[in-house]
């Protein structure tokens, strides 16, 4: 049997990029899969049917609570009640200096990567409490730490995700649900590509990391099936540098 066998996974923003590499991973470890994009995410559908589970895609903005709980509604009936969110689903929004950051786009930046969050936890709550072996996910970056110039609304979001797990871990906890942030250093992905980020920014990031390689989706999957598991269920508000040493952690 394999380690996510009768489990259910929320999976948001996995159209593309690192969210599809890790439905894809949870799906190979035996979950079956819901994906929440605003774009159709027939391929990471398809890849979670050939590996033998079942996949639905639910087009939906996970910054709308409606949408959310029409969403929750559709995924328990058809897949069963959800044990594990993977909040991925992000914006990288352009650089830009504070004299030009204009209030509109801190705004939308904090509700794509932080509200969207939480009204994602709020809608599927009833069904991970039920299930009691909850597990969320949450996608930070290291930008927490590295604080490039140019990104102060990109930063301020990831930081409040990282409050937002350590919140929700002690909130959750006495429910059995484990809630935990994963802090990826630069993935090139069509999102990043689309922030117009400068060469120099990249090296300023690589030349803080020990070990200079940029992450790949391959490198964090298998960390997101672990936190899923029973053995992982004491790994709890942990925000994880997968950063090439930019964080020495204790
Ligand atoms: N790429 C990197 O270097 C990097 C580094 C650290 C952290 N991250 C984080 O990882 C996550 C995934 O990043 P990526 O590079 O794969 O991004 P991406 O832009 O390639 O993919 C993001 C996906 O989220 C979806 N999405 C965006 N807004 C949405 C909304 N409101 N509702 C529903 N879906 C929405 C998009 O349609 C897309 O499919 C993000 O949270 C990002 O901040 C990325």
Known sequence: MKKLEGRVAVVTGAARGIGREIAKHLADDGADIAVIDVAVADETVAAVTSAGRRGIGVVADVTDPDALAAAAE????????????????????????????????W????????????????????QLRRTGTGRIINMSSSVVNVAPVGGVH??????????????????????????????????QTPGLAGTGISDEIIDAVLSQQIVKDFTTPADLVGLVGYLCTHEARLFTGQHFHLDGGIVLSD
């Open 154 to 187: 990109y930063i301020a979001s990831k930081a409040a995700v990282v409050g937002l797990t350590r919140g929700l871990a002690r909130e959750l906890g006495p429910d059995s649900i484990t809630v935990n942030a994963i802090a990826p250093s630069i993935v």
């Open 107 to 126: 705004q939308r930046t904090m509700r794509v990567n932080v509200d969207s969050m939480l009204l994602t936890v709020k809608a599927f709550l009833p």
């Open 74 to 105: 559709r995924i328990g009936r058809e897949l069963g009640d959800v044990s594990i969110i993977v909040n991925n689903a992000g914006l990288h929004p352009h650089q830009t200096s504070i004299d030009e950051l204009d209030y509109e786009l």
